[in-house]
């Protein structure tokens, strides 16, 4: 029962800035980009406004807007400011993100409903591997799942985690493994650290 | 097997200017007419006498209805008769062939905003997006260039109202184009249709503003003339022609090639076909950039030759 080959998982590429952009952002679920974050030529000084995750309580954004770093509380505190920053913002801008896959497709998400293009934003993948995955028969999200297979915390059917992820859930898709033939499943395995 | 042909009778005729003739059509049997969204267009096939074969042009759609379409027509300066023929022979009554509609300037259901900059009888299909993105509560801002004994003409097709984010300019200098791309909020597709030089600055300006080529949208219609060449089709050996007021596809055509085509506008690609030998002059907007300098393919539908002879494989 191999997931290979499914289309729907995304790749990634490292980030470099778009020359044909006006204005860049570049947002980041930690504080520092991992080695192998940017293609060849690129480094973060050429993103000069960034926004990163502290995940700190003592975190706060400066409050003066024309600051080039700012730093957050936590992801779902920069996704907030970052929905205000692109309703406000002028055609010619560029977005980047880096961070884990559940960070990346929440920017994603953003990006589309402020009518952004895909040619208009870069993403990541860095960091934890972990999958949210979303059980198809109860419609729970798991959230931080590393193994090719999770017990749904709802449910508790024994899903498989299918590369099939879908955008707009932002999840991976589990499914039961033993549907068809009960108590017929697979060794655990740590695929996704 | 799918219908691509309609025959029309004009129900109506009128002109709203000394040049621009609007005309309303139905099917002759009565029929309902296929659906067209915004954006559309339909091909008319114009029995023009000086020519052998009959002349196509494509129009947009300005509204379309289970029973109508409606066109506006603007009489051509340098025309090879095909708007004379609208404007000087299609009366209330008369009937004529078109294809069903086709689109090749759909609006984008994504965008946040629609700016539609349209200079002259670019209008056309500005004016079935204005009456489809009023119906949704779209946000939307319109930029017409006219003429200056044209500007009434354009505010009374546009029904203008105070503050509903339309405006009509007198002359191309009384629109500043980097000014209004400049200030666009992020979401906005840009729409443009009229001359040439107006839709690639149009184009240039966006990008030049870091606009993505996906939020840019152009509308071509028609082709400008040029030098007079020849065209050898290589399997058959056959000479032909194309004279400096007809496209190779006119050309084609009338040496009786079956050949195809769909916008006649260099946008679609559908008639697209290999070079062999000899240097095409690329109008179209199909192909990329590596492609036009490949001399591989060209779209007779607009485009010319640079050289006395162009050979086709076919």
């Known amino acids: 029962m191999s997931d290979q080959g499914i289309k729907s998982r995304p790749t990634y590429a490292p980030i470099s800035r778009d020359a044909t952009g006006a204005r860049h952002l570049l947002v980041l679920d930690t504080t520092q980009p991992p080695a192998g974050a940017f293609a060849e030529g690129t480094a973060l000084e050429d993103f000069p406004e960034r926004w990163s995750v502290e995940a700190h309580s003592k975190a706060i954004p400066s409050p003066h807007a024309d600051d080039l770093l700012h730093g957050f509380r936590s992801t779902s505190h920069l996704l907030i400011a970052l929905r205000h920053r692109l309703a406000q913002e002028h055609m010619g801008f560029r977005l980047y993100a880096i961070g884990t896959e559940s960070f990346l497709w929440d920017v994603a998400r953003a990006a589309a409903e402020a009518g952004m293009g895909r040619d208009e934003y870069r993403l990541l993948a860095a960091g934890s591997a972990a999958r949210r995955v979303y059980c198809v028969h109860c419609r729970t999200m798991n959230e931080q799942v590393t193994t090719n297979l999770v017990t749904c915390s709802a449910c508790g059917a024994n899903l498989f985690v299918r590369d099939h992820f879908s955008r707009f859930h932002n999840a991976y898709m589990g499914v039961q493994i033993d549907a068809e033939v009960p108590g017929e499943t697979l060794p655990i395995e740590e695929l996704y650290p | ?314």
Not at chain 2, 125 to 146: D, G, I, K, T, Y
């Open chain 2, 1 to 314: 097997m799918m219908q691509t042909t309609l025959l029309l009778r004009v129900v109506q005729a009128d002109l709203l200017a000394p040049t621009l003739r609007r005309l309303v059509l139905e099917a002759a049997d009565g029929a309902h007419l296929p659906p067209a969204a915004p954006g559309a267009h339909i091909t008319l096939t114009l029995p023009v006498a000086a020519h052998g074969k009959p002349i196509r042009n494509s129009y947009s759609l300005v509204a379309a209805t289970g029973q109508h379409y409606e066109l506006i027509v603007r009489r051509a300066q340098r025309s090879r008769g095909g708007s004379h023929y609208v404007h000087d022979q299609l009366a209330p009554g008369a009937v004529i062939e078109a294809t069903v509609p086709h689109n090749l300037f759909p609006l984008a259901t994504q965008a946040r905003k629609h700016l539609l900059i349209a200079g002259g009888i670019g209008i056309t299909p500005m004016l079935s997006f204005l009456s489809a993105l009023r119906a949704r509560n779209a946000r939307v801002e319109l930029h017409q260039l006219a003429a200056a004994d044209e500007v009434g003409v354009f505010e009374g097709l546009l029904g203008l109202r105070a503050g509903d984010g339309l405006h009509v300019h007198q002359g191309r200098a009384a629109l500043d184009l980097a000014d209004l791309l400049a200030r666009q909020p992020l979401g906005t597709h840009v729409y443009t249709c009229g001359p040439a030089s107006l839709m690639d600055a149009v184009q240039d300006q966006a990008r030049a503003l870091g606009w993505p080529a996906t939020h840019v949208h152009r509308e071509d219609f028609g082709a400008a003339g040029g030098e007079p060449f020849t065209l050898r089709l290589s399997r058959s050996g056959q000479e032909i022609a194309v004279d400096g007021e007809e496209t190779m596809l006119e050309a084609l055509e009338r040496a009786g090639v079956d050949a195809r085509s769909l916008c006649r506008g260099g946008a679609c690609g559908e008639c697209m076909l290999p070079v062999v030998e000899g240097t095409p002059d690329h109008r179209d907007h199909f192909l990329s950039d590596a492609e036009k300098a490949s001399g591989l393919l060209v779209m007779p539908c607009v485009s010319r030759a640079q050289c006395a002879t162009l050979v086709l494989d076919l």
